[in-house]
């Protein structure tokens, strides 16, 4: 009973080709989630992009007072 016979084995071994093997769904679950992740960063970094300028200007519209400091 400590040991594992011929057909414990061969259980182990066909369920973890069913899990890690190529076409596996365990497999197909990981590459999906990998996706979406990069996707989702991709995504982040669109967000970024489009906010606005970053080098330290405001992007809120200005008042007039502010208006007639540029002039001067």
Do not use: C, N, Q, Y
Not at 4 to 14: A, G, Q
Not at 52 to 64: A, E, H, M, Q, Y
């Amino acid at each position: 009973m400590g040991t594992l016979s011929i057909w414990h084995w061969l259980i182990v071994i066909v369920l973890a080709m069913l899990l890690f093997g190529g076409r596996g769904k365990l497999s197909g679950l990981m590459g999906d989630a990998a996706k979406g992740i990069k996707a989702f960063r991709e995504g982040l970094k669109g967000e970024d992009e489009t906010k606005g300028p970053t080098d330290g200007t405001s992007s809120l519209p200005r008042t007039d007072a502010e208006k007639d400091e540029l002039k001067r």
